[in-house]
């Protein structure tokens, strides 16, 4: 029996800018506090599922939904539409700002990754206009974005909601490249099993 009488299972992903603090810190305000926005918001209109924003966390947005889940191949499509929509955008900046000398550094510093996470008993509450959510998965999803992957920008899927699909129902080579397993150990959580697959190929 859940603890919070309004706890809902909820899906739960995270697309996480990665290399923010090295961007902060080498390129300068001007390009900094255009740049970092204008991505944030790129993942937040690519958001097609009708996800809603639970928190913009300075370098990634924390989505979440309730209800039904949407189908593997869906959830899996949004994914690869937050990341190439990311990279389009950076495309854009770079053409907008090519006379800035540290724009080059955007995509060699700036990189996306998305993990994705399932919990069954999800509280919120209302914090001003937005919704805070609580519960162990929420720590869960947060710390999954440390993890042993070796490459910096992919999609990772954690067994709990790899669990909420019928096998035949799930497609694990994806045409760009393949699920992989693995797992990491946390404290207070112990090991969360999940899969993963590099996202580079689509940019490349």
Known sequence: MSKNPNAKPTLLCIP???GFTQFMSDADYELTAVVIPSLL????????????????EGDAVFFYKTGPLPSFKDL?????TFYT?????????????????QVKTIPEILGLKIVV?????????????????????????????????????????SKDIMDQYKEETIERNFGWGELKEGDDKYKHIGIVNY??????????
């Not at 399932?118 to 440390?146: A, C, P, T």
């Not at 899969?195 to 490349?204: A, E, F, K, R, T």
Request: net charge negative; aromatic share 8%; with cysteine.
């Open 16 to 18: 996480d800018i990665s």
């Open 41 to 56: 918001n790129k993942i937040i209109y690519s958001n097609k599922l009708n996800l809603q924003v639970s928190e913009i």
């Open 76 to 80: 899996v499509e949004q994914c690869r």
């Open 85 to 101: 929509e990311f990279y389009a955008e950076i495309k854009r900046l770079k053409n907008q700002y090519k006379d800035h000398e």
């Open 117 to 157: 996470h399932y919990g069954k008993e999800i509280g919120s509450v209302q914090i001003g206009k937005n919704i805070k959510l609580l519960g162990e998965d929420v720590i869960i999803v947060h710390r999954l974005l440390k993890n042993h992957i070796s490459q910096n920008e992919y999609l990772l899927l």
């Open 195 to 204: 899969s993963y697959i590099d996202l580079q190929p689509l940019v490349d």
